[in-house]
């Protein structure tokens, strides 16, 4: 069985105030053109379909077509909600559009139960498992202890009593210990969110998202990526489409297929004449997305509306310089966007008590912290 693996659309997503809407439009036909030239049985879709969990209608329509576009093709579409998308939205007529083949995770209550499909060497069940806090697994579990994340996914998925002499396929939204961040992906705190990939033993394969950076974790448990760039730190990142295949006993064998974006996202680094001079400007596509770094040591006066006459897409300015450098040794600019809310606690606590927080205290903070991300979430 062919698979193609998708993952983090952020549909209706801005980036820096501007609108990534057409370029979503574009990469979604990229990913039908995959789709088109690798024929595959079936697309998963692993999470974060939106990028706000009451998504605006554009969104909403660009999703549509592009389900319209799969089930005209006659594929199979398993998807669940992920951090950002609302369960109850996403799992919105599910019942109905199964028939159509085109299956969401339900908003969890307490079980799971599997998507079955054939192939030709027997039955690949899927479970769909939307994105879980502790706090929603806890109450249907009362026996169980249930302290993190990890505990958490256990229990659900020990829970489903998997019948492991078929091939199982679990596609689910979450932070694997181990994967590497993006800037654009939302960060818990002290790493609380993280799940041990021990827990997803006994699966043939592990589609996962909420990881934006394509990565393994195991060569089974895989994060595909989002199709486009949504952080300037993901710049170097080449973008693909995960096509999975499985074999009989659970043979399993993974490819990408790059993708190509409408506009890329591009760090430019060098002073106003060299970025301005036409030698420059001429060999770069001035309509991608654009980071200027000037490394000028006067300020460039206007320099945003003078550098989008040539690069109409800036999204970002700042300088690198003497000004800049020695300002930031002395203020530390920008260092407490690095820190978790815990550690920033726990140096306002050292500066005012004269001592750190013990571990039992720390304990405590991150346990009220985490409480208070679920009540916004």
Same mark, same amino acid.
């Given at each position: 069985m062919k698979l193609v693996h998708l993952s983090d659309l952020h549909l209706g997503k801005r980036l820096n105030e501007f609108s990534l809407v057409e370029d979503q439009a574009y990469i979604l036909e990229e990913c039908l053109r995959v789709i088109d030239a690798e024929r595959p049985d079936a697309v998963l879709l692993a999470g974060d379909l939106y990028d706000k969990s009451v998504p605006s209608a554009e969104a909403v329509v660009l999703f549509d077509s592009f389900l319209v576009g799969l089930v005209q093709r006659g594929l199979q579409v398993?998807?669940?909600?992920?951090? !950002?998308?609302?369960?109850? @939205? $996403?799992?919105?007529?599910?019942? $109905?559009?199964?028939?159509?083949?085109? #299956?969401?995770?339900?908003?969890?209550?307490?079980?799971?139960?599997?998507?079955?499909?054939?192939?030709?060497?027997?039955?690949?069940?899927?479970?769909?498992?939307?994105?879980? *806090?502790?706090?929603?697994?806890?109450? !249907?579990?009362?026996?169980?202890?249930?302290?993190?994340?990890?505990?958490?996914?256990?229990?659900?998925?020990?829970?489903m009593q998997m019948d492991r002499s078929? @091939?199982?396929?679990?596609?689910? #939204?979450?932070?694997?210990?181990?994967?590497?961040?993006?800037?654009?992906?939302?960060?818990?705190?002290?790493?609380?969110?993280?799940?041990?990939?021990?827990?997803?033993?006994?699966?043939?394969? %592990?589609? /996962?998202? !909420? $990881? !934006?950076?394509?990565?393994? $974790?195991?060569?089974?448990? @895989?994060?595909?990526?989002?199709?486009? =760039?949504?952080?300037?730190?993901?710049?170097?990142?080449? &973008?693909?489409?995960?096509?999975?295949? /499985?074999?009989? &006993?659970?043979?399993?064998?993974?490819?990408? %297929?790059?993708?190509?974006? &409408?506009?890329?996202?591009?760090?430019?680094?060098?002073?106003?004449?060299?970025?301005?001079? =036409?030698?420059?400007?001429? *060999?770069?596509? @001035?309509?991608d997305y654009m980071h200027i770094t000037l490394t000028d040591e006067e300020d460039i006066p206007d320099a945003v509306s003078r550098l989008r006459l040539i690069y109409p897409n800036l999204m970002k300015l700042d300088y690198d310089n003497t000004r800049t450098r020695t300002r930031g040794a002395i203020d530390g600019a920008g260092e407490p966007e690095r820190k978790t809310p815990l550690q920033l606690f726990g140096e306002l606590y050292e500066k005012q008590n004269g001592a750190v927080l013990s571990a039992e205290q720390e304990a405590f903070c991150t346990g009220l912290l985490e409480r208070i991300r679920e009540v916004d979430a």
């Open positions: 398993l998807a669940v909600s992920g951090n !950002h998308d609302s369960a109850e @939205r $996403i799992s919105f007529a599910s019942r $109905i559009l199964d028939a159509n083949g085109v #299956h969401f995770s339900r908003v969890f209550a307490g079980t799971v139960e599997p998507v079955i499909l054939q192939d030709s060497f027997g039955e690949v069940r899927f479970w769909l498992l939307p994105f879980l *806090k502790p706090a929603l697994v806890r109450p !249907h579990y009362p026996d169980a202890e249930i302290t993190d994340y990890t505990a958490a996914y256990r229990a659900v998925i020990e829970s078929v @091939r199982n396929v679990l596609v689910a #939204h979450a932070f694997v210990t181990g994967a590497v961040r993006s800037e654009s992906e939302e960060v818990s705190v002290g790493g609380a969110d993280n799940v041990d990939a021990s827990v997803f033993e006994g699966f043939v394969y %592990v589609a /996962l998202g !909420h $990881i !934006h950076g394509p990565q393994n $974790i195991t060569g089974r448990i @895989r994060y595909c990526g989002t199709p486009l =760039k949504y952080s300037f730190s993901e710049a170097r990142q080449q &973008k693909s489409v995960t096509v999975v295949e /499985l074999g009989a &006993k659970g043979e399993l064998s993974l490819r990408t %297929v790059p993708l190509i974006p &409408k506009r890329d996202l591009c760090e430019l680094r060098g002073t106003y004449m060299e970025l301005t001079s =036409k030698a420059d400007y001429d *060999k770069r596509n @001035r309509e």
